[in-house]
């Protein structure tokens, strides 16, 4: 479990370039996004994706959230409607993991054999280059361990790990991130949209860009 101190406000290419490598080898890699820290894999490798189940303790019958660059990354990842489409560029970059139905690039251990996946862009410039430099989707569920509190503070992740058998291979320390909530989930599957999760973006913001 490597951990590389970085400063998001200062040049981190050195350290973005080693968790490429790492998730290019089916690695594991906690990293800071605009809102927790999240713990990534390759969205298309089966066996990297089942370690994150591990390292977490995450039941299998639990699908997992994606991240990606931009909104020509979700369309090619799940279906999107043109009207939908300028819908969600207005809800992202952003704090929101927008649940769609996927197509057949998502592996099934990723959506836990489901026909739909959460996807998300966060307003974030180490995902954005990271996620360039890999030129992948990864997963963004959040660095934790299954049952505890999702977490801003890499002092509160590294403890929950340091101990355990199944560990990330690497963390871009970013020391403690402003404070947030996980994103908020609002589900696109359904006749009528739906709030999952209530996090950052407050519902009646998003039911108000619905035109509910």
Known sequence: MKIIPINLKKDFSEAIYEAV???????VVIYPTDTVYGLGA???NWY???QIFKIKKRPFSRP???IARNMRWVTE????PPKLEKILSE???GPTTVVLHKKEII???ITAKRKNVGIRIPDCALTDKLLGKFGY???ATSANISGQEATGDIKRVIEMFRNEIWKPDLILDAGVLPPSEPSTVLDLTTIRPKIVRVGPTKPEQLMKLLGI
Not at 21 to 27: E, H, M, N, P
Not at 77 to 80: G, P, T
């Open 21 to 27: 490598a790492v998730l290019k080898r089916g690695g």
């Open 91 to 93: 809800i992202w970059p």
């Open 48 to 50: 990297a994706v089942e």
């Open 107 to 109: 592996p099934a251990i």
């Open 64 to 66: 997992l959230p994606i």
């Open 42 to 44: 390759n969205t298309c």
């Open 137 to 139: 989707p990864i997963t």
């Open 77 to 80: 990842l799940a279906f999107v």
